[in-house]
């Protein structure tokens, strides 16, 4: 039976992917610089067979179709085409954390997604061009192919050969993520539409392409340097002008809420009144994820909890790269 599973985790940027610069080979404009993150996984069941008139995908249970559903068959057409197989195939995805709610579920979707079908074709295929792969179908889960802290360059217009690099292991620094959940749902704009409409409307869309190469390399520094504060600095300056530049789009892309910004007061006033080492970030959606040394990360978990409109927190560490589990 060509059958595989595969199992991938989420990945949250610490310098900011946002706006392509090539629509149609899916390049981003920028460089990025992210850490994948145990336990958030999304495990993915690929399965070929004769049976199937077209493809299908369920996605915790659901059936899915529209976009979703578009996105994941274009992926599944290179395989395809790659392997000589002409098959359609049955997916099946489960994601242990929210989906669409800029949690990076797209991150660990796409990998999961591109590991197991091109194990389940048979290709022997290496981390690079699996991350090559995943990177077509979306820019973030080209890093979730790497374990610990990677780096997916910005790519060249017209060069289809992008793909993300590890720089460190898992092992390599003990911090900790802790996901301030703030609302539960899919959000109202994706990133792949909300960073398309800052790159054609935004005023501020060349003032971040400008800016955030010097991001990426500061937190590239700190990183290496096991520095927290100048990787968090970077982190907040990185996230603010992304989001700046989203909110300045027309019509706004906004995906900050109330909870958002008193869970941001919290990090805050934790840095601040409790000298923690805590810094926030937060994606394509409204969740804070904060980041600190591990021996932190019970003060920072509590004050998070305690914020208003904080549903609930879940904590991460460093992960493992994709995997095939069967
Ligand atoms: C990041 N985000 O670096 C940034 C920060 C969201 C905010 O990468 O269009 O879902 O599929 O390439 O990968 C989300 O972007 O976008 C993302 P596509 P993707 O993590």
Request: hydrophobic share 45%.
């Amino acid at each position: 039976m060509m059958q595989k599973t595969a199992r991938a985790r989420a990945n949250i940027a610490l310098a900011k992917y946002w706006g392509k610069s090539d629509v149609a080979l899916n390049l981003p404009a920028v460089p990025s610089l992210s850490l994948t993150l145990e336990p958030l996984t999304t495990t993915t069941t690929v399965t070929f067979t004769a049976d199937l008139r077209t493809d299908s995908l369920l996605i915790n249970g659901k059936i899915t179709t529209g976009d979703a559903l578009a996105r994941a068959s274009k992926l599944l057409a290179r395989v395809r085409e790659r392997a000589g197989v002409p098959l359609f195939a049955h997916v099946e995805s489960k994601n242990e954390f929210p989906t669409a709610s800029g949690l990076a579920s797209s991150a660990s979707g796409f990998a999961a997604l591109a590991c197991a079908a091109s194990a389940a074709a048979g290709l022997p295929f290496s981390p690079r061009e699996l991350s090559m792969l995943a990177r077509a179908s979306s820019a973030s889960a080209a890093r979730s192919i790497y374990p610990g802290f990677v780096a997916l360059p910005a790519g060249k217009e017209g060069d289809s050969s992008l793909q993300a690099e590890m720089l460190f292991d898992e092992n390599h620094w003990d911090v900790c993520m802790i996901v301030a959940v703030n609302a539960e749902g899919a959000k109202a704009i994706g990133s792949t539409s909300g960073m398309e409409r800052s790159r054609t409307t935004s005023p501020y869309y060349n003032a971040w392409l400008a800016a955030a190469p010097s991001y990426f390399n500061e937190v590239l520094a700190g990183v290496a340097a096991r520095d927290l504060a100048r990787v968090g600095t970077t982190m907040e300056e990185s996230t603010f002008a992304m989001h700046a530049c989203a909110m300045a789009s027309s019509p706004s892309v906004s995906y900050l809420q109330p909870a958002t910004l008193s869970a941001l007061e919290t990090v805050r006033r934790l840095r601040k009144t409790e000298s923690l080492g805590v810094y926030a970030t937060m994606d394509a959606g409204p969740h804070v994820k904060a980041l600190c040394l591990q021996r932190d990360a019970d003060r920072v978990e509590r004050g998070l909890r305690e914020t208003p409109g904080v549903l609930r927190t879940l904590r991460a560490v460093p992960g493992r790269g994709v995997e095939v589990l069967a």
